[in-house]
C-alpha cells in the first residue's frame, strides 16, 4: 500500500483487483479481500496500464449496503462497470452519439426513468405470476435432469444443465422461440465473456482491450438485429410474455425508443439467465465437494431454500457494479469527491467475515442470509424470485433422481470481472 493522502493500491494489487484472470483464480482474489478490509476498506485503484478511469474499491458488506440503497448519493450514470475499459466507453459514445453506455437498459438508469421502466415488466417476475409457471419449469428440469443421467453417468454440469436450463425458462417468460436459444447463449457468453477465450467466441487467448470491446460491441449489435425482428412480430401479432409487453409500453405517454427497448430486451435475454447458471452450477461445486452435505439435504428437503440462497451469496455472479458520487460524501470515514468512481464489490461484500461467519464455506443452515447478490435498494435485481424459483425447482428434481455426486476433474471459472462464474463443471453422478 502506497503512503499519501489517499490508501492508495499497489500496482500489483490493483492489476488483480480488475484483471478477468484473477476471477477465474477466486480464492487468491479472496485472500487479497480479506487484506483489503483490514487495511484498506476504501482503498484509491490506479490502473497500471491505463485501462480504466481511476475508482475507490468498496470491500466491505456494510458500506456496500449503504451505496446500494443510497441511490440518490450513488449514481449508476455515467459509468456502471469497471468492464467499460476506457477504449470502450469513447467507442460506445462514438457508436451511440455520445453515451458511455453500449447498451441502455434498468442497470444503467437512475431515478426517475429507472422505476418507470421497472415498473413495465416488474408484475412479471413476481411470486404471485410466477406460480403459474411452476409446473412448465418443473417439466423443462425433468428433461435437463434426465438428459444429465442419460449422459452416462460423468458430465459437463454446466454445458449439459446450469447454462441450457435456465436459458430456455427465461426465453419462455421473454417469448423468444426454442430454435433461437442457441443464439442467445451464444450472445450472452460473448458480451459477458468477452475476457474469455472459451467464451468470446474467438479462442484466442490476452485479446487486446480494443479486441474485446469490438467483440462485445458485436454481440450487442447482433442481439439489437434479433430483437428489431421480434419487436416487429410482437407489435402484429402481441401475445402473453414479456417481449409483447416491452414490444408495446409507453412511458409517459410515449412509446420507447428503439435504443432503450433494445437495451431492455438484452438486460432480460442476458442477465435473466447467466446469473442463475453460475448460482446453480455454484451449488453444485459445493454440494459435490461435500457428500455428506448432499446426502442430509436429500433426507432433509426443509434445507433446500439454504442451499438456494448460500449457492447464491458463495458464487455472487455479478462480481461488481460502479456508481458516481453525486456529491461530496464519506465512505467508512473516507472523503469521497462529487464525481469519483466507486467499485462495489459483491464478490468482497458477501465474503466479509463481519456479516457471515467462515464466509468461504459452503453452509446450508447459514442463517441470517443477507447477502448482497442481487443487490438492494431500487436496483435490486428485477429476476431474484424467478432465480430463487428455477433453483428449487430443479435441486428438487436433481436430489429425486441422483444419489450421489462427485467432481470427475478440475473445474473452470470464467476469466471476467462484471458477471462470472463456472464455464466447466465435470461431475461423476450416481442415478437413483
Known sequence: MASGAKPRLDPETAYEVISPESYAAWDPL?????????????????????????????????????????????????????FSLTEGIEFAKNLTGGSPHMVASLVTFDAPIHMKYRKLTQEWFMPKNLRRLEDEIRALAVKTVERLIEAGGTADFCKLVSQPYPLHVVMQILGVPEEDEPRMLMLTQQMFGGQDEDLNQSGMKDLPPEAITQLVAGAVKDFEAYFAGLTAEKRANPTDDVASTIANATVDGEPLNDRDMMGYYIIVAAAGHDTTSASTAGAMLALARDPEQWARVREDRTLLPGIVEEAIRWTSPVQHFMRTAAEDTEVGGQPIAKGDWLMINYVAANHDPAQFDNPRTFDASRSPNRHLAFGAGAHQCLGLHLARLEMRILFEVLLDRIVTVELAGEPKRAKSTFVGGLKTLPLRITPA
Open 30 to 82: 479472496l485472500d487479497t479481500f480479506d487484506r483489503l478490509r483490514e487495511e484498506a476498506p476504501v482503498a484509491w485503484v490506479e490502473d497500471p496500464e491505463s485501462r480504466h478511469p481511476p475508482f475507490w474499491l468498496v470491500t466491505r458488506y456494510d458500506d456496500v449496503m449503504r451505496i446500494s440503497k443510497d441511490n440518490a448519493t450513488f449514481l449508476n450514470n455515467p459509468q456502471t462497470v469497471v
